[in-house]
């Protein structure tokens, strides 16, 4: 049974940074990536970041680049969400989610694109 734990979510105050932690366990095999999407009140989810298992190719939504940086320890079977400069729009639940194969690329994957979804970890920045 594949599981997906977030964990490093907590209250820090802007320009502070933050990583978030992502378990990943029970794939059968390598070709499987990760994504890590957030949600704020009264706001759809949104997708942040994603990282391939099998050759750790990244993607960023234009939103992120330059200030989250997504890097996978396949040792430990985790992948990390390093957010810098926090800002109070950044507040919000944090979830690690998994797909089958390489990241999406070209498409804006919905919740039920992904094959499995970890419970979130909230992330609450003060200003």
């Known amino acids: 049974e594949v599981q997906l734990q977030a964990s490093g979510g907590g209250l820090v105050q802007a320009g502070e940074s933050l990583r978030l932690s992502c378990a990943a366990s029970g794939f059968t095999d390598d070709d499987y990536a990760i994504d890590w999407f957030r949600q704020a009140p009264g706001k759809e989810r949104e997708r942040l970041s994603c990282i391939s298992r099998s050759d750790g190719s990244t993607y960023y939504a234009d939103s992120v680049k330059g200030r989250f940086t997504i890097s996978g320890d396949n040792a430990k079977n985790t992948v990390h969400l390093q957010i810098h400069s926090l800002k109070p729009e950044d507040t919000a639940v944090y979830y690690c989610?998994?797909?089958?194969?390489?990241?999406?690329?070209?498409?804006?994957?919905?919740?039920?694109?992904?094959?499995?979804w970890g419970k979130g970890t909230q992330v609450t920045v003060s200003s």
């Open positions: 989610a998994a797909e089958w194969g390489p990241c999406y690329t070209d498409y804006d994957p919905r919740y039920d694109d992904m094959d499995y």
